[in-house]
Nanobody, 125 residues
Framework: QVQLVESGGGLVQTGGSLRLSCAASGRTFMSRPMGWFRQSPGKDREFVAAITASGGNAYYADSVKGRFSISRDNAENTLNLQMANLRSGDTAVYYC??????????????????WGQGTQVTVSS
């Protein structure tokens, strides 16, 4: 079992930056692939970024490539998402997710068995 708690959300102007963090409980964090997803009102939850257990490989949705950066600190059981050049379309609740193993793809919700409660990011013009 792993519990995930996101933080760092808030209100930011277009073009601004924000850093999200996800604190994970337990001693298995370092063995788990991790991901960030987001959900806007009226839309399905969508993939944002993912990172392998070691942190050696990262994957991004096309919509955030070059603007967002995912990272992890296995010593601190923390997952981060650095977001820059934010747009109104980035407004959403952002969720941290943990997997046991990735069986169906990093971008698929079904690959992740553990989810945080979400943190709201609002980008205003």
């Amino acid at each position: 079992q792993v519990q995930l708690v996101e933080s760092g959300g808030g209100l930011v102007q277009t073009g601004g930056s924000l850093r999200l963090s996800c604190a994970a409980s337990g001693r298995t964090f370092m063995s788990r692939p991790m991901g960030w997803f987001r959900q806007s009102p009226g839309k399905d939850r969508e993939f944002v970024a993912a990172i392998t257990a070691s942190g050696g490989n990262a994957y991004y949705a096309d919509s955030v490539k070059g603007r967002f950066s995912i990272s992890r600190d296995n010593a601190e059981n923390t997952l981060n998402l650095q977001m820059a050049n934010l747009r109104s379309g980035d407004t959403a609740v952002y969720y941290c997710a943990a997997a046991d193993v990735i069986s169906t793809g990093f971008e698929r919700e079904g690959s992740y068995g553990y989810w945080g409660q979400g943190t709201q990011v609002t980008v205003s013009s």
